[in-house]
């Protein structure tokens, strides 16, 4: 089996001696470079037996780090310590300190993995390196489309931080020059907001849409509007404009920031 997903996090709760709020930050946070790393760790086949995920735990119950493997849950479990001390300190940094701060977190975690497991530490904190030299940034391509009778192309990206997640949406005439740009989907940063949710995008005679991974409607834009440069979306599911960005959720959004 090879090593598939790698993440950090604040261990459960009744083990951590970490408040709710610190812990739902924090793991809100962090959600972005984990994402990063298991699609990167998964081109590395790093060959691990019957583990598939590196599970690194902070907590302030503990005064050693433990390895835990669990032949369930196929996942090499890791937890460091984090005291008061530690978590007063991580408060204080900037944005930049916190993202090297994951990575160390992260590369203990490596180190202590393998002394139970063969991960090829060395390989894995080389995928930190390229995080680094991409500013930290967890960015891709969703889709891109020309479409002639409206005279755009469209092209949708997709934006995960430790802040939020955006699907961006750039409209270019037909020869390529810029008309607009601008969101069309922000969600909290966490993957479960938008892997199965923002999978397809559908074109008809009107309408630009996006739809989930049972091809339910999720997003939908007025080609007319782009062609003129206006992005107005509108989200369509009603379960879906819960967790999006609006006045109603604009407070919880903010709280992610410290």
């Known amino acids: 089996m090879y090593l598939r997903y790698i993440y950090l996090n604040i261990s459960y709760e009744h083990y951590s001696g970490i408040n709710e709020d610190f812990s739902q930050k924090f793991g809100y946070n962090t959600c972005f470079i984990g994402y990063y790393l298991s699609k990167a760790v998964r081109k590395e086949k790093i060959e691990t037996g019957i583990y598939n995920m590196i599970y690194v735990l902070l907590s302030a119950k503990i005064k050693e780090p433990t390895v835990k493997l669990s032949e369930c849950f196929k996942t090499i479990e890791v937890t460091i310590p984090f005291d008061e001390a530690e978590q007063s300190r991580y408060i204080a940094m900037g944005i930049e300190e916190r993202y090297e701060f994951y990575l160390a977190m992260l590369e203990k975690g490596y180190y202590l993995a393998n002394t139970v497991c063969d991960v090829k530490p060395e390989i894995l ?100 509007d782009l062609a003129k440069g206006i992005i107005n979306a509108k989200c369509i599911d009603e379960d879906t404009a819960l967790y999006i960005y609006n006045d109603r959720t604009k407070e919880k959004f903010e709280k992610l920031r410290w």
């Not at 909290?188 to 091809?215: A, R």
Request: charged residues 30%; hydrophobic residues 40%; aromatic residues 16%.
């Open 125 to 224: 904190i080389g995928l930190h390196e390229k995080f680094r030299q991409g500013g930290y940034r967890n960015e891709w391509l969703f889709k891109k489309k020309r479409i002639k009778e409206y005279g755009i192309n469209v092209v949708l990206d997709c934006v995960f931080t430790s802040f939020d997640f955006k699907l961006m949406l750039t409209v270019l005439d037909l020869k390529k020059n810029p008309i607009a740009k601008g969101c069309i989907y922000q969600t909290y940063p966490d993957y479960t907001f938008f892997y199965k949710t923002i999978k397809h995008l559908v074109i008809t005679d009107k309408k630009l849409i996006i739809t989930d991974f049972l091809d339910d409607e999720m997003i939908e834009c007025e080609l007319e």
